[in-house]
């Protein structure tokens, strides 16, 4: 199986701040990689697919990269409304996924 | 629009069975195949498997696959997840998600399923 290691696990940001989420795969998995917002209390939010495409309606703010085993989730300006926990989640081996263990980004 | 709705909050006693639907709405509904995601409390989100609501066929993590079960109803575009002999480690939030590919694209609100004797 596929596992997914995320980097940090949590994170004390200010509004402005650059945030940079990264996300390693146990194995290849090309850009099959996509990344998800969750709210508490709330079901999670796609963001980011294919590694690197931003889902329409998703402000530019957010910005993926990486292929094969490492990738990054950026936020080039934190606004008050992102704060939230982020999710990697593979999809090489669709339809069976996998999750990373989730970045919970907090409000310094 | 896009729509899942799942069914209400549900506890159980360990060793029952729970079964969780999620109806769908606004798009094709064989079109797209649906994955159930579990989250336990101040956890992460654990995928428990997925079914075609084409022919029916299912994937399930192998953790679970002597315990679960999901069927679709394309009469109703409703899809169903049965987990069985419940314990406590299955106290959790399931969640059902269209999957579009290789994404997760659209998900319902939630089902909090409490096993508690």
């Known amino acids: 199986d596929i596992q997914m290691t995320q980097s940090p696990s949590s994170l004390s940001a200010s509004v402005g701040d650059r945030v940079t989420i990264t996300c390693r795969a146990s194995?290849?998995?090309?850009?099959?990689l996509n990344w998800y917002q969750q709210k508490p209390g709330k079901a999670p939010k796609l963001l980011i697919y294919?590694?690197?495409s931003l889902k329409s309606g998703v402000p530019s703010r957010f910005s993926g990269s990486g292929s094969g085993t490492d990738f990054t989730l950026t936020i080039s300006s934190l606004q008050p409304e992102d704060f939230a926990t982020y999710y990697c989640?593979?999809?090489?081996?669709?339809?069976?996924?996998?999750f990373g263990g989730g970045t919970k980004v907090e409000i310094k | 629009q896009v729509q899942l709705v799942q069914s209400g909050a549900e506890v159980k006693k360990p060793g029952a069975s729970v079964k969780v639907s999620c109806k769908a709405s606004?798009?094709?509904?064989?079109?797209?195949?649906i994955s159930w995601v579990r989250q336990a409390p101040g956890q992460g989100l654990e995928w428990m498997g997925w079914?075609?609501?084409?022919?029916?066929?299912?994937k399930y993590a192998q953790k679970l696959q002597d315990r679960v079960s999901m069927t679709t109803d394309t009469s109703s575009s409703t899809v169903y997840m049965e987990l069985r002999t419940l314990t406590s480690d299955d106290t959790a939030v399931y969640y059902c998600?269209?999957?579009?590919?290789?994404?997760?694209?659209?998900w319902g609100q939630g089902t909090l399923v409490t096993v508690s004797s």
């Open positions: 606004g798009y094709t509904f064989t079109d797209y195949g």
């Open positions: 294919a590694a690197s």
């Open positions: 989640q593979q999809s090489y081996t669709t339809p069976a996924l996998t």
């Open positions: 079914i075609s609501t084409y022919n029916g066929n299912t």
């Open positions: 998600a269209r999957e579009e590919g290789t994404m997760v694209d659209y």
């Open positions: 194995q290849y998995i090309s850009s099959y």
